[in-house]
Nanobody, 126 residues
């Protein structure tokens, strides 16, 4: 029923910024926790950031802490990922995902997310 559509990916120079958006289509009756994951070429998909249903809590991977900010606008059914001070290592396909839960799971895992977006490519050049 609910589908996630991501946007905002593209080419960015190292040190630059980019904001990703994920819009949930369809009617939303419950605000579930949302997360961002990414997958670099030849690597496993990894957790990036998560935000609780009411936006009261956030959690970040150590690799992006202090540089990335996750936020949401429930009225617009949209979650954002503001990425600053981008590094070439941030190059990956970024996925938006909807959790089965309202609160952020204690340990981030793909298993806790049931709906995924198509992904948007972010390429950071030197």
């Amino acid at each position: 029923q609910v589908q996630l559509v991501e946007s905002g990916g593209g080419l960015v120079q190292a040190g630059g910024s980019r904001r990703l958006a994920c819009v949930a289509s369809g009617r939303t009756f419950t605000n579930y926790a949302m997360g961002w994951f990414r997958q670099a070429p030849g690597k496993e998909r990894e957790f990036v950031a998560a935000i609780s249903g009411n936006a009261g809590s956030t959690y970040y991977a150590e690799s992006v802490k202090g540089r990335f900010t996750i936020s949401r606008d429930n009225a617009k059914n949209t979650v954002y990922l503001q990425m600053n001070t981008l590094k070439p290592e941030d190059t990956a396909v970024y996925y938006c995902a909807r959790s089965y839960y309202i609160w952020i799971p204690s340990i981030p895992s793909e298993k806790d997310y049931g709906v995924w977006g198509q992904g948007t490519q972010v390429t950071v050049s030197s």
